[in-house]
């Protein structure tokens, strides 16, 4: 079949859209898979679909494919591109949408800069609930947080454990640049207490409203920039004591901005969405 889609990203985080209300889309994992891939497909870390919602009082069902071919909970760049999308397309004539994901109901607005805005929710702060078991460890407070020591490579790391929808470990290094992310990464992903994997966070403190980070997707890889990573990471800093809402986040491929006014609150996730090219793809 022809495929039509919409090449986006968010701070460099790089998206295939596609209108699955306007086109018929039964695709296996092996087919998405096709698609992310950046020498045989169009290339993306995640795959975005738009459709219409199973819920009443929700305007869109969002659906996300990381470049493996397996579908997952929450992307928050990818929520930036979603809303930037249907309104280009105009699917909808409104700045502010609800959408309904697997993880629950988002809500992204237009700002009137053009910068796109997304209410993630209040973290899962509760180890059971992101999903980690932390049977038999022993955990370390510092602030309003626990760290939980994990052994990666022969070494023990701390980590706070968050979930935004999807399930994150976060640990604070010193010199990001020089961090073996890529050999940490798939170690961490896969350790057997995340049950259904984990993004790997990486992040350095530079002040307590500014911090660098880097995120090994799960199913995908290190990528140029991740919203619930970003967001993670703050919930993770400020409930250790180590940073102040709202935080400046600086990425590879950008930058996100994130506030979080504490347990129960929603995390405000803010940032570029931008359209890079469309096109046709037979399958």
Known sequence: MKLKFTKM???????????????NIQFTPEQWKQIADRRFGIGADQILVVER?????VDFRYRIFNADGGEVEQCGNGSRAFVRFVIEKKLTDKNTIRVETMSGIIEPRMEPDGSITVDMGAPILEPIKVPFDATGLHGIAQGNDTLWPIEINAKSCL???????????VQVVEHLDTYPVTHEGPE????VRFPRRVNAGFM??????????RVFERGTGETLACGTGACAAVVAGIRRGLLDSPVRVTMHGGELFIAWQGAGKPVML??????????????
């Open 159 to 169: 980590f706070s454990v968050v979930s935004m929808g999807n399930p994150h470990a």
């Open 270 to 283: 803010s940032g570029p969405a931008v359209t890079v090219f469309e096109g046709e793809i037979n399958l």
């Open 204 to 213: 350095q403190i530079n002040d307590r409203q500014h911090i660098s980070l």
């Open 53 to 57: 919602p199973q819920q009443p009082d």
């Open 9 to 23: 990203h968010g701070a460099g985080n790089d998206f295939v859209v596609i209108d699955a209300i306007n086109q």
């Open 188 to 191: 961490i992903e896969h350790h």
